[in-house]
């Protein structure tokens, strides 16, 4: 069975410019989360989606949005890229009651 | 604020020898605890998981991690530690309101020492 799947797995953009990452949950499971981890330190919360509803938002400015399709994967969209924003994006899944979060690899995004 | 604590930012071990990594957490009521590995430039991988029930679970690459609740402590042990274990060990609890999302800790380096 297919894990958690991101896409891409690297990508490198310049300040100012906009980026969409993309993940596809676990067959079966409805909530997909966003993460952002930066170098040396414990993933973020950045948002969680439930049946295509924003069910939660971390503290992240508005150039963080994101959407749920009705297949269950999601996009992450940045605005106005700024250094700050380079990181490790995580997304997660998890199904039904299940306590688990199920994480991908990851898409790490370098702004220069 | 929920919140997570691991004080020790590495931990270096000699290959079989024992290791046990803190987390201490900030809760006010029953918290579902994690432990989860990551390898350089990879996702987490869940090492384990405590929600109720017996304080001490088993998870899986045999490790295990007992929950104190007069301490506020979730530590992870290992018996004897094998050079594949070296990677990064993040312990973190559920905060439910409107969603589920888990708070982490920043994460212990594992250094394993032939």
């Known amino acids: 069975d297919a894990g958690v799947t991101q896409s891409p797995t690297h990508l490198i953009k310049t300040r100012g410019q906009h980026v969409t990452l993309r993940c596809s949950p676990i067959s079966g499971h409805k909530s997909v989360s966003w993460y952002q981890q930066v170098l040396g330190q414990g993933p973020q919360f950045i948002f969680q989606y439930y049946e295509k509803e924003e069910r939660g938002r971390g503290n992240f400015p508005d150039r963080f949005s994101a959407r749920q399709f009705p297949n269950y994967s999601s996009e992450l969209n940045v605005n106005a890229l700024l250094l700050g924003d380079s990181a490790l994006y995580l997304c997660a899944s998890r199904g039904g009651t299940n306590e688990k979060l199920f994480f991908g690899s990851g898409t790490q995004l370098s702004v220069l | 604020a929920q919140s997570v604590t691991q004080p020790d930012i590495h931990i270096t071990v000699s290959e079989g020898a024992s290791l046990e990594l803190r987390c201490n957490y900030s809760y006010g009521a029953t918290p579902y605890l994690f432990w989860y590995v990551q390898s350089p430039g990879q996702g987490l991988q869940l090492l384990l998981k405590?929600?109720?029930?017996?304080?001490l679970v088993q998870g899986i690459k045999g490790f295990e991690a007992e929950f104190k609740r007069s301490q506020s402590s979730f530590n992870l042990r290992k018996p004897s530690v094998h050079w594949s274990d070296a990677a990064e060990y993040f312990c973190a609890v559920v905060e439910m309101d409107s969603s589920y999302k888990l708070i982490f800790g920043s994460g212990t380096r594992l250094l394993v020492r032939p």
């Open positions: 405590y929600f109720s029930g017996d304080t």
